[in-house]
């Protein structure tokens, strides 16, 4: 029997609850994201339409177009309502991995091809440490760029590590 995931699950029973952190488009999990976020992200006068700025997530899916959204509401917000270009949800450059200190791809890439390495994690882990981090209101999934700095972690950022793919999806 074909193996179905637990959140493919629960979407194909319609079992999806007002308060659910499932987006329907892609039916993966979002990762829920503060007021100032929401506030600092989506466009006027889409801002100004919805009631509650609370309980809304971060759909965290390359290929969906869904950026947050909230069951409970019933509001989906997609790429053309947010304000900044999402990195995980964009395929072109300029593609941002880091927003509280500037890194996109490109950057990162150009480091590479350069140098062979490239500093993005150091950098960044440094002023994250510092304090300077606020991704709150800077990063539009709310929340610091876990993934790179724990991929980052007793690995070097070489370019063998470092395929588009991948990069894609930090
Ligand atoms: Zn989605």
């Given at each position: 029997m074909e193996k179905i995931n637990e959140s493919e699950h629960r979407f194909c029973n319609g079992s999806?609850?007002?308060?659910?952190?499932?987006?329907?488009?892609?039916?993966n999990e979002g990762k829920p994201v503060k007021e100032i976020t929401i506030k600092s992200f989506v466009k006027k006068p889409r801002l100004e339409s919805i009631?509650?700025?609370?309980?809304f997530y971060f759909c965290?899916?390359?290929?969906?177009?869904?950026v947050y959204f909230s069951n409970e509401q019933d509001i989906y917000l997609d790429k053309a309502d947010v304000s900044v270009r999402v990195g995980i949800k964009e395929t072109d450059d300029p593609i941002p991995i880091c927003y509280c200190f500037g890194w996109t791809r490109k950057k990162i890439l150009d480091q590479l091809k350069r140098?062979?390495?490239?500093t993005a994690v150091q950098e960044i882990s440094a002023k994250v440490k510092a304090g300077?981090?606020?991704?709150?209101?800077?990063n539009p999934a709310g929340t610091r760029i876990h993934h790179l700095l724990n991929l980052a972690k007793g690995k070097t950022f070489s370019p063998g590590w470092c395929s588009i793919p991948r990069l894609a999806q930090l």
């Amino acid at each position: 029997m074909e193996k179905i995931n637990e959140s493919e699950h629960r979407f194909c029973n319609g079992s999806i609850s007002a308060g659910s952190s499932i987006c329907r488009k892609c039916s993966n999990e979002g990762k829920p994201v503060k007021e100032i976020t929401i506030k600092s992200f989506v466009k006027k006068p889409r801002l100004e339409s919805i009631k509650i700025l609370d309980g809304f997530y971060f759909c965290e899916t390359p290929g969906c177009e869904v950026v947050y959204f909230s069951n409970e509401q019933d509001i989906y917000l997609d790429k053309a309502d947010v304000s900044v270009r999402v990195g995980i949800k964009e395929t072109d450059d300029p593609i941002p991995i880091c927003y509280c200190f500037g890194w996109t791809r490109k950057k990162i890439l150009d480091q590479l091809k350069r140098q062979g390495f490239s500093t993005a994690v150091q950098e960044i882990s440094a002023k994250v440490k510092a304090g300077e981090c606020a991704c709150e209101v800077n990063n539009p999934a709310g929340t610091r760029i876990h993934h790179l700095l724990n991929l980052a972690k007793g690995k070097t950022f070489s370019p063998g590590w470092c395929s588009i793919p991948r990069l894609a999806q930090l």
